[in-house]
C-alpha cells in the first residue's frame, strides 16, 4: 500500500524500468578486444586458421559417411566463419578506436611538449643574444694586453721623467751648494780689502 502511494506521488521521481544489463569494466574488454585483434593480425593465425580448414575439408569429404558432421556445402562451417567475421569486424573496430584514443593523446602530448620547447628555444635564443651583447662590451684577452702594454709604456715613461727630474734637483742643489761656498770667501776677500790688506801687491810690499 504504501509502495503503491508513494509510486503515485508527483513530487518524487520514478526508479527507472527496464533490463538491467550485465556490468563489465570498459579497459579490460578493450584489452581483450585489442589482443583479439592482434592476434589475428598475425600469420600464425592465418596458418592455423588454414589448417583448420583443410582438416574440416577433410574430414567431411574422406571420412565415412556415418561421421561426417558437416557434409558437402559444409554448412556448418560457413556459419562459424560467418560468426567469426561478425565478431572480428567489432572487435578490430574497437581495438582501432583506443589506438585512434592512444595516438590523439600521444598527439597532443608531442604538440604539447612542442610548444613547451618552442618557447624554451625562443627562451635561449634570447639568453644567447644578451650574453652576445654583454659580451661585446667585456675587454678581451687582446684588448687587456694592449692596456696593459700601454700602461707600462706610460710607467716607464713617468718613471724616466722622475729620473731626469730627480737628477735635474740634484743637479741645482749641488749648484746651489758651490754658491754658498764661495758666497764666504767673497766676504772675506771684500773685509780683508776695507782693512788695507786686500791687494796682493800692497801685502809683498808694504813700503811701495
Do not use: H
Amino acid at each position: 500500500m504504501a509502495e503503491r502511494q508513494r509510486a503515485g506521488r508527483l513530487d518524487q521521481p520514478r526508479e527507472p524500468r527496464g533490463v538491467k544489463l550485465p556490468r563489465f569494466d570498459p579497459e579490460a574488454f578493450g584489452r581483450w578486444s585489442e589482443g583479439i585483434a592482434r592476434s589475428m593480425g598475425t600469420a600464425n593465425f592465418i596458418v592455423y586458421m588454414t589448417l583448420v580448414i583443410g582438416i574440416w575439408f577433410g574430414w567431411n569429404t574422406l571420412a565415412p559417411p556415418s561421421i561426417r558432421f558437416d557434409p558437402y556445402t559444409f554448412t556448418f562451417l560457413t556459419l562459424v566463419l560467418s560468426l567469426q567475421a561478425s565478431y572480428a569486424a567489432p572487435l578490430i573496430l574497437l581495438a582501432q578506436n583506443r589506438q585512434a584514443d592512444r595516438d590523439r593523446v600521444a598527439l597532443e602530448e608531442d604538440r604539447r611538449r612542442a610548444t613547451a620547447q618552442k618557447a624554451d628555444t625562443e627562451y635561449l635564443a634570447r639568453e644567447i643574444a644578451a650574453l652576445r651583447i654583454a659580451l661585446g662590451e667585456v675587454a678581451t684577452r687582446d684588448f687587456v694586453r694592449t692596456e696593459l702594454a700601454r700602461l707600462a709604456e706610460e710607467l716607464d715613461e713617468a718613471n724616466q721623467r722622475r729620473q731626469r727630474l730627480g737628477q735635474r734637483q740634484q743637479g741645482k742643489a749641488r749648484a746651489t751648494g758651490n754658491e754658498g761656498l764661495e758666497e764666504p770667501r767673497d766676504e772675506l776677500d771684500a773685509d780683508f780689502t776695507r782693512d788695507g790688506y786686500g791687494d796682493s801687491s800692497t801685502r809683498r810690499n808694504p813700503n811701495g
